[in-house]
């Protein structure tokens, strides 16, 4: 497996599940990301780990849970949901740091969640 | 924070014409203005990118220019064909106070349709 995997592709939970989302990422990045994508909005960041700093956008609520154990797996605890938190949920990962040159997002193919 | 602002939000060409999308930011201190393109059902993917040092760059049949007075840049795409037809988006970004990961912003798409 190469790139960045996202798993599951496809998610639906009730309001009071607790679930789990997954990624991995196979190319010896240094950061990694989690974005949401809502119809007809922009991307919107909801975390990064880069190097020894975690970024957080704080709009985020605290049901969204992010863990990231090592450089090559990223994880999004889910708790308590809300319908409008339906969307389209992208993992990214990027080699950060020193070289203006980096910073080149590779995206995962995205967990589609439906809360119900 | 940044702010970015993206237009037209669709845009149909016939093929073969060129195709132009526009965005604005609001960070003087942004430095780094990729634009990704997204098929449908498909993950984002950089298509060019272009840093603050320079003021245009091409790659085929796409270009991007930056206005850093004005802040806003703009992604040009010659001799349109049916397979350009996607979401593209635009984003700008300046690197966390640590130097690490850039934190992008993004814009809200603009959804190119190039008729046969």
């Known amino acids: 497996e190469t790139g960045v995997t996202q798993t599951p592709r496809h998610l639906v939970m009730g309001m009071t599940n607790k679930k789990s989302l997954k990624c991995e990422q196979h190319l010896g990045h240094n950061a990694m990301y989690w974005y949401k994508q809502s119809a007809k909005k922009p991307l919107e960041l909801m975390f990064v780990y880069s190097l020894e700093e975690r970024v957080e956008n704080n709009s985020v609520p605290s049901r969204f849970s992010p863990e990231c154990p090592n450089s090559s797996h990223l994880f999004l605890h889910l708790h308590t949901l809300q319908p409008e938190d339906s969307a389209l949920y992208l993992c990214?990962?990027?080699?950060?740091?020193?070289?203006?040159?980096?910073?080149?997002?590779?995206f995962g193919a995205g967990s589609r969640l439906t809360v119900l | 924070g940044e702010n970015v602002e993206q237009h037209p939000s669709t845009l149909s060409v016939q093929e073969g014409d060129s195709a132009v999308i526009k965005c604005t930011y609001s960070?003087?201190?942004?430095?780094?203005f990729p634009w990704y393109k997204q098929e449908l059902g498909k993950r984002p993917q950089l298509i060019i990118d272009?840093?603050?040092?320079?003021g245009e760059k091409k790659d085929q049949r796409i270009a991007v220019t930056l206005n850093k007075t004005a802040k806003h840049f703009s992604l040009h795409i010659t001799e349109t064909q049916p397979e350009d037809s996607a979401v593209y988006f635009c984003?700008?970004?300046?690197?966390?106070?640590?130097?690490?990961?850039?934190?992008?912003?993004f814009g809200s798409g603009t959804q190119l349709t190039v008729l046969p």
């Open positions: 984003a700008a970004a300046r690197s966390f106070s640590s130097g690490s990961a850039r934190q992008l912003t």
């Open positions: 272009i840093r603050s040092n320079v």
């Open positions: 990214a990962s990027s080699q950060a740091g020193g070289n203006s040159g980096a910073n080149v997002l590779t």
């Open positions: 960070d003087s201190a942004s430095n780094y």
